[in-house]
């Protein structure tokens, strides 16, 4: 298929691109897909995901005995996105209430229908502040995914590769867009650089040395290039130190390189509007991968309750900093103490039960969709990828006295040497207050709140018990990195995926979705997000784009 004969071209083979392609190809339409990466990386970074979804009184939600419903999601996402700007949060307000419809209604169904299933028990993420009102999902909605990410890319790359047997997708790998093409105020093609053919495995960064240029037309185009998370740069030039405290000089990367931010620029200087560019999502549990895919490659620990969380002067986190609880809270608390890292202290009994790594590659028994594999969870041990990193992460920290703890803990850090006494008076007052049916230690109430949800009593969440307790030993230190990832704002698109001008009128012709479009509309999360909601917004916004130009090329 040549340029001329495509009615659409898509700037992105990642999960938004595919979801797009996907809805135009059932429509008959022609799609060329243009992207800087060869073909090993088809379905982009949500390929390294866990596959959380988020989605809104499921039967797997009914089986738990959880009670949810849209309106108790809605509040949940309007009290953590905060929405305060009239003109930039227009569009963001308006596919917030759509997407929490979306996933209370058809989204369940619409990926069933792929093929898509999710696993039986329902995780409870991003738990809150403590308040009714506010940040925090009220109950478990996070939904992962059977399969993981490559099973969310999996359901789209297939319909798609299918089309493109009959002749209906052509991809241009290797592909790097430098400009759109804008005729009459209409975006009708893309102009670039052809990079030299590369054969590197998925993830890992590619050449960009120059082979050609290249010039493609079509009746529309669709960004959906992602966000800015693989340029640190880009993230330090747009972070809200006003909100989030100074920029960290530190910090390691939770996505490929070529999440490089490059057509948020391109796309603004053809005309296109770009909101809430000061909004982003980076996590405060990261380690150093010990066996790397991309520079600077970083695992999130998706932690249990149970850690006691120490800033790298060794004192604890003040309520409400647990973990799971408020992750752009505990961001803003770490960067005012003037250090890039902080403390997880445990024992073996909490690192076996609460340790979860995020990643597909880390997830071999889910990914691979083995039960066996997923059964031996439950037997005592940590499972295999949280045993390499004890064994082989430069971050993690294994002795069996507390004072050999510490020194171990000095020995790694970048900062301050903790004082032995300090880190032994916070581990001791916590310990003072598990031995009671009651405490005032809210962590521990926390702790309670968690085990009386009983999947997370079960596989989820460690018996309270005292850490310094040799029963239960070794101990265990975690130095934990600040983690880029997400862009939550961007683009400013109609409920249609059309993107807006500075104006507010829709640019002709011009579409974004997923990460580039901050999950829809410019920023659908506010300044804050409920997890599992990330993968949605990619195929929420990709299906309204490909859609919306269904319709309108007839």
């Known amino acids: 298929m040549s340029s001329e004969d495509a009615d659409v071209i898509v700037v ?20 060329v897909v243009v992207d800087q990466e060869n073909e090993a990386n088809l379905g982009g970074q949500a390929f390294w995901s866990l596959g959380g979804l988020f989605l809104v009184d499921s039967p797997e939600q009914r089986r738990m005995g959880i009670k949810d ?17 009239e003109r930039e949060d227009h569009w963001p307000r308006r596919w917030a209430e759509a997407y929490v419809d979306f996933a209370a209604g058809e989204k369940r169904d619409y990926l069933h229908r792929l093929g898509l299933r999710v696993m039986p028990t329902v995780g409870w993420a991003e738990r809150g502040a403590g308040a009714a009102f506010g940040h925090g999902n009220s109950v478990p909605r996070f939904h992962i995914t059977w399969g993981t990410g490559p099973e969310v890319v999996r359901v789209f790359r297939e319909p798609v590769l299918a ?60 960004v959906t290039s992602g966000g800015i998370g693989g340029n640190q740069e880009l993230v330090r030039k747009n972070w809200p130190a006003d909100r989030l405290g100074t920029p960290p000089a530190s910090m390691i990367t939770g996505v490929p390189a070529y999440v490089d931010g490059r057509m948020l620029e391109i796309t603004e200087d053809a005309g296109g509007s770009i909101v809430n560019r000061d909004r982003m999502w980076h996590y405060t549990e990261g380690v150093r ?56 202290v445990l024992t073996r009994e909490i690192v076996e039960k609460e340790f979860a790594l995020s990643g597909s590659e880390q997830n071999p028994d889910v990914t691979g969709k083995d039960l066996k594999l997923v059964l031996s969870r439950a037997k005592k041990g940590a499972p295999g990828p949280v045993q390499a990193f004890l064994d082989k992460g430069e971050d993690f920290v294994v002795r069996r006295t507390l004072k050999e703890l510490v020194d171990g803990m000095n020995a790694v850090a970048p900062g301050p040497e903790l004082d032995f006494a300090q880190v032994e008076r916070e581990i001791t007052a916590r310990d ?36 310094l307790d040799p029963a ?52 659908v999360h506010g300044y804050n997000a409920l997890e599992g909601t990330f993968l949605g917004g990619c195929v929420f916004s990709g299906r309204a784009a490909g859609r919306a130009l269904a319709r309108r090329l007839g």
């Not at 419903?69 to 700007?85: I, K, P, Q, T, Y």
């Not at 968690?450 to 309270?464: E, G, I, Q």
């Not at 934990?480 to 500075?502: A, D, F, I, M, Y």
Request: proline share 6%; hydrophobic share 40%; charged share 20%.
């Open 69 to 85: 419903s849209a309106e108790l999601a809605l509040a949940d996402w309007l009290g953590s996105a905060g929405f305060d700007r």
């Open 289 to 344: 991968n010990w066996d790397p895919i991309w520079p600077d490659h970083a695992i999130r620990i998706i932690p249990g309750p149970s850690s006691l969380w120490l800033d790298a002067t060794g004192r604890r986190l003040p309520v409400p900093l647990y973990p799971g609880h408020d992750t752009l809270a505990t961001l803003k608390h770490i960067t005012a103490t003037g250090y890039d890292y902080s403390w997880f």
């Open 432 to 467: 003072r207050e598990v031995g009671n049916a009651y405490s005032k230690d809210f962590q521990l109430m926390s702790i309670a709140n968690a085990r009386a949800y009983w999947p997370d009593k079960l596989t989820r969440v460690a018996k309270p018990h005292r850490l």
């Open 12 to 31: 992105g083979a990642g999960l938004a691109g595919l979801v797009a392609v996907y809805e135009l190809t059932r429509a008959g339409k022609r799609v």
């Open 163 to 222: 089309a493109a047997a009959r002749g209906l997708v052509t991809f241009r790998h290797r592909h790097r867009v430098d400009g759109l093409i804008v005729e009459n105020g209409a975006a009708v093609g893309v102009r670039g650089t052809v990079l030299e053919p590369a054969a590197e495995p998925r993830g890992v960064a590619s050449s960009r040395t120059l082979a050609g240029e290249f010039e493609l037309r079509a009746q529309a185009v669709v």
């Open 472 to 523: 239960h030993g070794p101990l265990i230190a975690v130095r934990l990195h600040l983690l880029t990832r997400k862009t939550l704002g961007g683009l400013e698109t109609t409920l249609n995926s059309q993107v807006v001008r500075p104006d507010g009128e829709p640019f002709e012709g011009l579409y974004a979705a997923g990460e580039v479009a901050g999950f829809g509309g410019g920023g």
